[in-house]
């Protein structure tokens, strides 16, 4: 099977083993693992911050931050297709105790002028408001498929958070795909963030893991949440290994996954029977309209034919590229969808 589901599919390849087996561990919960140190110090150097924390999964990431940033009643600015706000099974409101202040952006991008509109603050209000106290900025976005902020409006929205005094956290599960994509170097892309999460397990190939970076006092905050979350891990070097592999290695080759998206999207769209907004494809997801209800029905067909792919709604499925996909994957997938039809 072409697996086409999601870049988390990836699996350690023959080098990341090879690092994985030979890493030094330690107990991480009492701060002696080497490995994981040296993988925090590699993510906080080249996203430009102080410090970094290890934490099992992206979603941990999140949440460990939104709870350093905001107290309960606190509210947090995301756009409406977030994965902070529509996959992380309400994490912040259960375990920050935030209410939540949705941007409709366009492809998933919101704007600065959006994003001040929408931060509440409780001073001035009688009481009526919570108080909006984080903005959180998600990129690339994959509620747009992978759409891509240009520098200008991340530092707008900055800007305009800094100025209504709200912390700033990206979400960049995917931001090495952001800085391929853009060119754009990643501390710059990150500076006036007080925090950064980046996933090590999607299109860098790591079998699990993501670093949150921030200034020391904010880390310091974080490891308190992390323990509290239950996200201590003992002999985590294995793994850690394997995050510093994917920094090590993985990085430039983004730029092969989003090649192949793009030629992906243009074939597949000029196919009558599907549907693709071919200037959204700026990395490595594909949406494609399908029509309403066919989603489970073309799932299935594509299966028939050697691909997986999973559906975003009713009338839409995503193609996601990513490392173990290759040029001749990228043909046959193609012609997979050249033998599908709708009626």
């Not at 090879?18 to 140190?37: P, R, Y």
């Not at 920050?96 to 002028?113: H, Y």
């Not at 709200?166 to 170097?185: E, I, W």
């Not at 959204?280 to 050697?306: A, D, P």
């Amino acid at each position: 099977m072409i697996d086409l589901r999601s870049d988390t599919v990836t699996q350690p390849t023959k080098g990341m083993r090879e690092a994985m087996f030979e890493a030094k561990v330690g107990d991480d919960v009492l701060g002696d693992d080497l490995t994981v140190i040296e993988l925090q110090e590699k993510a906080a150097k080249i996203l430009g911050k102080e410090a970094a924390l290890y934490v099992p999964s992206g979603t941990m990431s999140n949440i460990v931050a939104t709870r350093t940033h905001t107290s309960p009643g606190d509210e947090i600015v995301t756009e409406a297709h977030s994965h902070v706000y529509r996959y992380e099974g309400g994490a912040f409101a259960a375990l920050s105790g935030c209410s939540v202040a949705l941007v409709d952006g366009k492809n998933g991008l919101m704007t600065s002028k959006q994003v001040s509109s929408s931060i509440r603050k409780s001073e001035g209000s009688l009481s009526h408001y919570p108080n909006g106290s984080l903005v959180c900025v998600e990129n690339t976005a994959q509620g747009g498929g992978g759409t891509v902020y240009s520098q200008e409006t991340i530092d707008e929205i900055c800007k305009v958070a800094r100025e209504k005094d709200c912390k700033l956290h990206m979400d960049g599960a995917r931001l090495f795909n952001a800085v391929v994509a853009s060119g754009t170097d990643s501390a710059r892309m990150v500076r006036d963030f007080d925090s950064v999460s980046i996933c090590l397990s999607k299109g860098l190939g790591a079998p699990v893991g993501s670093v949150l970076v921030g200034s020391k006092k904010d880390l310091t905050q974080a490891h308190r949440w992390r323990k509290m979350f239950g996200g201590g891990m003992r002999q985590a070097g294995m793994m850690a290994a394997a995050g510093i592999y994917a920094l090590e290695n993985n990085i430039e080759r983004l730029s092969e996954d989003h090649r192949r998206a793009k030629t992906f999207a243009e074939a597949v769209a000029e196919m009558p029977e599907f549907s693709i907004n071919t200037e959204n494809v700026q990395s490595n997801i594909v949406f494609i309209g399908v029509g309403k209800g066919n989603t489970e029905r073309i799932i299935g067909e594509l299966v028939k034919h050697g691909v997986d792919i999973l559906s975003t709604d009713d009338s839409t499925i995503r193609a996601v590229f990513h490392l173990h996909i290759t040029d001749e994957d990228l043909e046959t997938a193609i012609d997979a969808f050249s033998q599908v039809s709708l009626s």
